[in-house]
């Protein structure tokens, strides 16, 4: 199993990006498939996730409304469309697979059995 985070990089407050997670050895459908960060001293927190086969999708507070993460089966590829971006979104941002996240479970990074490279975003004023 890879995952393969992307879509990364430099923008100024108020713009958008785009991740990129693209899955292989695996089908990604059948996975609770997440996103998580990681700013730089601070410890790893839960930013989006969409679960298995349907598309429920539940989100951190701090970015519900601005980010939407969303599957292209064909694509075996999850994405974490991110708006409006502040100051405070700076960090690695890391897709995450997990194959028993049930609905208490899916914020604890540790119900996730793989994990992709990390992608860094940074927000700049």
């Known amino acids: 199993v890879q995952l393969q985070a992307s879509g990364g990089g430099l923008v100024q407050a108020g713009e958008s990006l785009r991740l990129s997670c693209a899955a292989s050895?695996?089908?990604?459908?059948?996975?609770?498939m997440g996103w998580f960060r990681q700013a730089a001293g601070k410890e790893r927190e839960f930013v989006a996730t969409?679960?298995?086969?349907?598309?429920?999708?539940i989100y951190a507070d701090s970015v519900k409304g601005r980010f939407t993460i969303s599957r292209d089966k064909a694509k075996n590829t999850v994405y974490l469309q991110m708006n409006s971006l502040k100051l405070e979104d700076t960090a690695i941002y890391y897709c995450?697979?997990?194959?028993?996240?049930?609905?208490?479970?899916?914020?604890?990074?540790?119900?996730?059995?793989?994990w992709g490279q990390g992608t860094l975003v940074t927000v700049s004023s």
């Open positions: 995450a697979a997990s194959a028993g996240a049930i609905l208490s479970t899916v914020r604890n990074p540790t119900a996730y059995n793989h």
């Open positions: 050895g695996m089908t990604s459908s059948r996975y609770a």
């Open positions: 969409i679960r298995q086969m349907g598309s429920t999708t």
